[in-house]
């Protein structure tokens, strides 16, 4: 597993693997929303040892990190995921894509 905040979403989603064709992400996911408190506990360490309110740093450093990392924008950015598409076409997307899977044109 990658140190890349998003290599678990890339693991789950298929990415390295030849028969993948494309990965799509919906505009309005996000990945591993938990792992953003997490994450800074170990990155901002110091920081939140230093505090005076723990868990409110805590929380502001998290919603910063899930902001920087951990959006489907990010995803498509650094090339994890192919194509964003937008929730109201997802049905539309998914179906042509299966459409070419099968065969289609």
Do not use: C, N
Not at 33 to 61: F, N
Not at 77 to 95: I, K, M, N, Q
């Amino acid at each position: 597993m990658g140190r890349h905040p998003l290599s678990g979403a890339a693991a789950i989603a298929g990415l390295g693997f030849s028969d993948i064709g494309k990965v799509y992400g919906r505009t309005a996911a996000a990945f591993a929303t938990d792992a953003a408190r997490a994450a800074v506990g170990v990155v901002h360490r110091r920081q939140l040892s230093a505090a005076e309110d723990v868990e409110a740093l805590r929380g502001q450093l998290a919603d910063e990190y899930f902001s920087e990392h951990l959006r489907a924008e990010t995803a498509a950015a650094s090339g994890f995921v192919d194509e964003l598409v937008e929730p109201v076409d997802t049905r539309d997307r998914l179906a042509s894509a299966l459409w070419t899977l099968a065969g289609g044109l």
